[in-house]
């Protein structure tokens, strides 16, 4: 009997959760949604063959958490509109999806939606049948990408591992240590807030955050993730003792193991001192998102910042909303933005869309020029002579009245991080000493 309790728990939690809508709608049912993407190569069996196949064979149920990059979203309905909206769920952060649609595939006789993420260019598209999808996350900028997506309706658990009481509160900073299954290792820092076995956080990286995630602390082990339409992290961990190891997964193609140790006084270079101006005078001629050719003489604010980034970047957006906002909070201040966007479609037509969309869907108030058409760092560099390589994505660089470079910010620690508040502080008390000081 004792044998039989890890496959009877693991049928009550893939089945307990799915809960079919009391109502039928011609779409999606309201309310929250366990989606999933699979990164495993391998087919997973059904559920029906994975029973008989542990009757057969005495063994464990092949479900790895490891292989499956969970997150919530929930279907909400406006009042007296029969088109819903969708809100992915990480952590603390909600991203609204308007584009929602759905309708019977001809091809299929199946009742099919889909899910456009069309600021980060990629959508979901799968068969409805009572609560359940099954279909596939494509990112249309990115050749042949996609993975097999599916979500239950009123499932509750993000991980479905067997719950166990933490052996450690992982509340801190940790020191860790990335890529060590590469040739060059790096540096990053998480950050981890846990309450019970609910775990939530982020790590800081020299270029970046990896924004919000969350997830679960079961016995020793860990597990988060996050999903926004452009990037799909899934974290695990082993704590051992005072050290934790663990892997990273981003997307189904990459994966990197990592160690991390506790300490409170880790910290990250500069960002104001990864990048350095080259003495090449700062100008360019780009298209702007409506097709126009602009150059820095084109713009006369005082104080001008170019902000190099991408539309499918998620810091990015993070960054871009940060600047928004300050424009809307200061807007006495004689202060400019470019954006010098480095695309992934090779095709600049399709480039310029995915500009004009993202301005357009964040009422961007400045310009948004394309640069480049490729995320390559050492071919979007030879675009920007004035700058001594681009190293992240975003970088932001701010001119003085002379047109001279006077800071270079590398990298974009976000809301989701500690450092998000002092880099707000920081930023204003910058562009207020510029402004103020005589041309």
């Not at 540096?187 to 020299?206: M, N, V």
């Not at 005078?281 to 902000?307: A, E, M, R």
């Not at 030879?382 to 992240?392: E, H, K, N, T």
């Not at 003085?400 to 800071?407: N, P, S």
Request: net charge neutral; glycine share 8%; proline share 6%.
């Amino acid at each position: 009997m004792k044998i039989l309790l890890p496959v009877l728990y693991f049928v009550v939690i893939v089945l307990s959760g799915c809960i079919r809508p009391k109502n039928a709608y011609s779409s999606l049912a309201p309310g929250l949604w366990r989606g999933a993407l699979h990164l495993s190569t391998i087919p997973a069996l059904s559920l029906k063959d994975e029973i008989e196949r542990y009757e057969q064979e005495g063994t464990k149920p092949v479900y790895n958490p490891e292989d499956e990059l969970p997150f919530f979203f929930e279907v909400t309905y406006p009042e007296g509109s029969s088109k819903p909206y969708v809100d992915i769920i990480n952590g603390t952060e909600r991203i609204r999806i308007d584009e929602v649609y759905w309708g019977r595939n001809l091809n299929t006789a199946e009742d099919t939606v889909f899910i456009d993420f069309e600021l980060f260019d990629s959508h979901i598209r799968g068969i409805i049948r009572e609560g359940i999808i099954e279909g596939e996350w494509v990112v249309r900028n990115k050749p042949n990408y996609k993975i097999p997506f599916s979500a239950h309706f009123g499932k509750k658990d993000k991980f479905l591992v067997v719950p166990a009481t933490p052996s450690k509160d992982l509340t801190g900073q940790w020191d860790c240590t990335f890529d060590l299954n590469l040739a060059k290792t790096s540096k990053a820092i998480a950050e981890f807030k846990q309450d019970g076995s609910y775990l939530q956080g982020t790590f800081r990286t020299p270029t970046g955050d990896h924004r919000y995630l969350d997830g679960t602390v079961t016995g020793n082990k860990f597990y988060l993730s996050t999903f926004d339409g452009s990037h799909a992290y899934l974290f695990f961990g082993k704590i051992e003792g005072d050290s934790l190891i663990g892997s990273y997964k981003s997307g189904n193609h990459f994966l990197s193991l990592w160690t991390g140790t506790k300490n409170p006084a880790a910290d990250l270079p500069s960002p104001l001192q990864m990048n350095k101006g080259t003495g090449v005078p700062v100008d360019f001629s780009f298209q702007d998102q409506d097709g126009n050719i602009k150059s820095l003489s084109h713009y006369k604010n005082s104080i001008q910042i170019l902000q190099v980034m991408g539309t499918w970047c998620p810091n990015c957006y993070d960054e871009t909303k940060f600047l928004i906002q300050y424009l809307k909070d200061n807007p006495d201040l004689d202060l400019g933005i470019t954006g010098l966007a480095c695309e992934r479609h090779r095709d600049s037509t399709k480039a310029l869309n995915a500009l004009k969309i993202y301005k357009k869907k964040m009422e961007v108030p400045y310009d948004i020029l394309l640069a480049s058409t490729t995320t390559n760092k050492a071919a979007t560099s030879r675009q920007l002579p004035f700058l001594d390589s681009v190293i992240a994505y975003p970088t932001m660089i701010i001119l003085d009245k002379e047109r001279a470079i006077r800071y270079i910010h590398t990298g974009f620690d976000g809301p989701a991080t500690s450092r998000y508040q002092a880099f707000v502080k920081e930023f204003d008390q910058t562009i207020k000493s510029l402004i103020n000081q005589p041309k």
